[in-house]
């Protein structure tokens, strides 16, 4: 048991102890997808063979995972995913729109106009945006220039075939990350931009805290916009604002119940593991991919 420094404790369930949440059973394997984030130390193709090899049913490609590779080398490593029998889900990520400087949001729409090619060559249906954000001036500007952005890209989106997801990152990150801390925030931007090429990537280490989270993904499932859902968990004390994110089952969000809400807003898509984790980028990979494994089963 830790203590955080308020006193209050804190003590992770021993593995498969976890009281499932009553009506939530455990999620279908073959809905199990990793962002290749995850397992960073793997190359691409590492991380391909390894997944498919334990089974798991999709895959986010991350934009540094494919960084410096041509067309070519993208369109064929897009057919390695499928032909390993996994199902290509997101590429991970585009966005940064807010900006005080203008040449600097034109950059940030052609960043995201190669985003498009890299998803297409790739057969990734779906861009995950972190939207951006910019110290210099008001969150409310910065919300203001996500929408103008997209705006601009839905119709090239659209023709692409591509989603473009907006993901509330958490309010920690409302410096220069993201000015869209919750999911109303972004439910808010999808009434906005109103174009069907824009939906909602949901990140449970984003929302766990969201009061009304519920009703806000009811909200988010009714306008067709919930297209994405990543898990994994919060740990008690995070000792990194950016690389110490948990396990599933390893700290306080009660994932279940958030998956619980998702499914009956209509969502049936991946469930996609996504841990950044210094932690656990310096171990075996091999190991750490059978604990998500099991993770997925007991904790999500
Ligand atoms: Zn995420």
Redesign the pocket.
């Known amino acids: 048991m830790k203590s955080t420094p308020s006193g209050s404790t804190f003590r992770p369930p021993e593995p498969g102890h976890r009281q499932r949440v009553a009506g939530v059973d455990p999620p279908d394997p073959a809905r199990l997808a990793l ?1 290749t984030v995850t397992t960073k130390p793997w190359d691409l193709e590492t991380a391909i063979e390894k997944y498919a090899a334990a089974g798991v049913g999709g895959i986010s490609v991350w934009r540094e995972t494919i960084a410096d590779r041509d067309r070519a080398d993208r369109t064929a490593a897009g057919r390695r995913i499928r032909d390993a029998g996994l199902t290509p889900v997101s590429l ?1 990520r585009g966005g940064f729109f807010a900006s005080a400087d203008v040449e600097e949001r034109e950059r940030a729409l052609e960043d995201n106009r190669i985003a498009l090619t890299e998803a297409v060559d790739l057969r990734l249906p779906a861009i ?1 945006l972190v939207c951006g954000a910019d110290p210099n001036q008001p969150l409310e500007t910065s919300r203001e220039q996500i929408a103008e952005a997209l705006v601009e890209l839905a119709p090239e989106a659209r023709d692409a075939g591509v989603s473009l997801l907006v ?1 509330p990152l958490h309010p920690m990150y409302s410096d220069t990350r993201s000015a869209v801390p919750s999911l109303a925030a972004a439910n808010e931007i999808c009434r906005t931009v109103d174009d069907d090429a824009v939906g909602v ?1 949901l ?1 449970v ?2 929302l766990w805290w969201e009061p009304g989270l519920e009703e806000q993904i009811r909200l988010c499932g009714t306008g067709g916009r919930l297209r994405a859902f ?1 898990v994994c968990d919060w740990k008690i004390p995070t000792t990194d604002p950016l690389l110490d994110r948990g396990v599933m089952g390893e700290g306080c969000i009660d994932i279940p119940a958030v998956r619980r809400a998702v499914e009956r807003a209509g969502f049936t898509g991946f469930i ?1 593991v ?1 841990i950044f984790s210094d932690v656990y980028w310096r171990g075996d990979q091999e190991a750490y991919l059978d604990r998500i494994i099991g993770a997925y089963r007991d904790y999500v």
């Open positions: 962002h991970v995950v993901e990537a990140d280490y984003h990543h996609e996504e």
